[in-house]
């Protein structure tokens, strides 16, 4: 499975940008994608998960994230998206796509990083 990720960049505190990652290959169903964050000097952490089966789509978030961010699908394109809204300085750091196969899997594909920096 191949990752690409984009939609990174330059906001000021409160705005918003979209991430995508759209995932090519052997794609399994049921499967799991998501995002995780890393600062520097700060160890990569979890941000928001989709996972996907036949009948549905479920969300979590971080605690920091929830409210602001918003993850999704379009299944038919293998593609997961992060609106990032009320973004803050403290959310600056290289955001990951990853991907599983399955519902409880940890992540073990993932996508070369794309910056996001919240100026205050």
């Known amino acids: 499975v191949q990752l690409q990720a984009s939609g990174g960049g330059l906001v000021q505190a409160g705005g918003s940008l979209r991430l995508s990652c759209a995932a090519s290959?052997?794609?399994?169903?049921?499967?799991?994608m998501g995002w995780y964050r890393q600062a520097p000097g700060k160890e990569r952490e979890f941000v928001a998960r989709?996972?996907?089966?036949?009948?549905?789509?479920?969300?979590n978030y971080s605690d920091s994230v929830k409210g602001r961010f918003t993850i999704s699908r379009d299944s038919a394109k293998n593609t997961v998206y992060l609106q990032m809204n009320s973004l803050k300085p403290e959310d600056t750091a290289v955001y990951y796509c990853g991907y599983c196969s399955g519902l409880g899997c940890g992540m073990n594909y993932w996508g070369v990083g794309t910056q996001v920096t919240v100026s205050s």
């Open positions: 989709s996972r996907r089966t036949a009948r549905n789509i479920s969300t």
């Open positions: 290959g052997t794609i399994f169903s049921p499967n799991s």
